[in-house]
């Protein structure tokens, strides 16, 4: 390509190349046109010519792919994931359910929500946050939406979090057995805005806390 040429780029379906827009909510390309589509991840796919696991773990694996990408190959190492659920659970007066307890590789017993891996490949979603709550908090709900997903470390692994904002709470029947880490578990119903306000202090760190409850209180405020 000629030096000073700018090289194409491709637009989203339904915006004509060219277009220019001084307003709107979309992007400005690197060209300098700008166009009102909302920006959106994209589904992408590139051969991968091997696949080797690299470490064969009791709850995750590691995964090294050689992948075929522009003129040449590529090799990426990455976190083999089952994939994860997490509850943001609100009572009646809007506080939140956060439980506290010891995370190994940060060394810290860090506040989080309810949360947990995917048990099975395929499994649902809605019911393992259900399973979740019940068991790491010893509460169940009415109500459950959709509420943020959101991949954790997108150059390092393929774990996906869904999120569930759940209400019409109460106590379960009776409690769950817990162990390890989770014996020592504490419970706290915690005002959204302590932990926004603690988020944004830098005294909570949990990254699906982070992600709940900023996304709840955008919401609130649209």
Do not use: C
């Amino acid at each position: 390509m000629p030096a000073g040429t700018v090289p194409p780029v491709r637009l989203w379906p339904g915006v004509e190349h060219g277009t220019v827009s001084s307003g709107g909510h979309g992007g400005r390309w690197l060209d300098g046109r700008v166009t009102d589509a909302p920006i959106s991840d994209e589904p992408a796919s590139f051969d991968v010519t091997d696949s080797t696991l690299v470490y064969d773990g009791a709850v995750w694996d590691v995964r090294r792919d050689t992948v075929a990408y522009g003129d040449g190959s590529m090799v990426r190492e990455y976190i083999d994931h089952t994939g994860a659920v997490a509850v943001y659970a609100e009572d009646d007066e809007g506080r939140v359910l956060v439980i506290q307890q010891y995370r190994h590789p940060v060394h810290l017993r860090d506040w989080e929500l309810p949360a947990g891996l995917l048990d099975i490949s395929g499994e649902d979603e809605l019911i393992a946050a259900q399973r979740e709550l019940a068991e790491e908090a010893d509460v169940e709900a009415d109500d459950w939406e959709p509420l943020v997903r959101y991949n954790t470390s997108a150059g390092g692994s393929n774990e996906f979090i869904q999120i569930y904002r759940a209400r019409g709470v109460r106590a379960t029947a009776s409690a769950f057995d817990r162990s390890d880490e989770e014996a020592d578990i504490v419970k706290r119903w915690v005002p959204r805005a302590e932990i926004v306000t603690g988020i944004l202090e830098g005294r909570l760190r949990n990254s699906a806390l982070i992600v709940a409850a900023l996304a709840v209180d955008a919401a609130s405020r649209r």
